[in-house]
């Protein structure tokens, strides 16, 4: 057991910031928005010496401590190759494989094999790589990962203004409209998708399976499954969103990340990194 402390003097800021939008990336054990809450909550970051808040306002000077006590530090590696789509100092993206969560307690993870699989950032904020955002269990595709303190909060800041634009594709089940915009509520927030056919092949036990392109203008959990599951046309081998007698038994899901699209937040470089359709979706449309 050991005791993890940090400490961060805020430098001057023009304008006051909240702490749950200042405070992301700032120590290594608070890389995403979802672990500095976790933290906040708990009560293991000061300010000043006085518990803080995700409501705590920063306006320069403060000095913020981070102090988790009696952590269990796993010394174990993930031995885990990943295919590296594109790699900087700054960030990178990789290839997520099926039947692997992204991040979690679990050990094995995404983020878990990720210092195993990127070069150490030579900067100055250099930090372990964190994912910027997740797939489901059963979901391929590329994921966004920051290595970088100030890269981290940036690609944060990014998805949050829905300035990163995503593609992907998913094999569906049934005859189905050749394009569309899918706006139903998930989880009563506000969701939109669009979607576009490319191609379809007659089956006698699904009617019509559709390799389909998707575009999700919001990121809420699962939305891509269950628009296309509201509709009447469920993703191939979806568990949770497939009618048990469509179900596809031994294949996995059909659904791939296929592509990323955003302005570098260091360089303002634009980028376009695509994941391959895999093989198993093109093999059902010869």
Request: hydrophobic share 35%.
């Amino acid at each position: 057991m050991m005791s993890l402390t940090e400490t961060h003097t805020v430098p001057p800021q023009e304008n006051p910031l909240r702490l749950q939008e200042y405070g992301v990336g700032i120590f290594k054990a608070a890389a995403t928005k979802s672990a500095l809450k976790k933290l906040l909550k708990k009560g293991y970051i000061k300010i000043n010496g006085a518990p803080a808040s995700t409501g705590t306002w920063i306006k320069g000077g403060e000095v913020l401590t981070l102090e988790i006590p009696q952590q269990h530090k796993n010394q174990k590696k993930l031995r885990l190759a990943l295919d590296v789509l594109y790699e900087d100092e700054f960030l990178a993206v990789v290839h997520k494989p099926a039947g692997i969560l992204v991040s979690g307690n679990s050990f094995k993870t995404l983020a878990r094999a990720l210092p195993q699989n990127l070069n150490e950032s030579s900067l100055a904020d250099a930090c372990t790589p964190q994912p910027a955002h997740r797939l489901d269990y059963a979901t391929t595709g590329a994921v966004l990962v920051g290595k970088t303190r100030e890269s981290i909060r940036q690609l944060n800041q990014l998805f949050e203004n829905k300035a990163i634009s995503k593609t992907y594709y998913a094999v569906t089940i049934g005859v189905m409209p050749t394009s569309g915009t899918i706006n139903t509520p998930v989880d009563d927030k506000e969701s939109v998708s669009t979607y576009t056919v490319e191609v379809s092949v007659a089956s006698p036990r699904f009617k019509q399976l559709n390799l389909v392109r998707l575009e999700p203008q919001t990121g809420r959990r699962h939305q891509l499954r269950k628009h296309l599951a509201g509709i009447g046309h469920p993703i191939l081998g979806d568990r949770d969103y497939c009618p048990k007698e469509l179900l596809l038994q031994g294949k996995g899901m059909y659904l791939h990340a296929h592509k990323l699209r955003f302005t570098h937040p260091a360089t303002q470089k634009y980028l376009e990194i695509a994941d391959p359709i895999p093989q198993k979706f093109l093999k059902l449309f010869p």
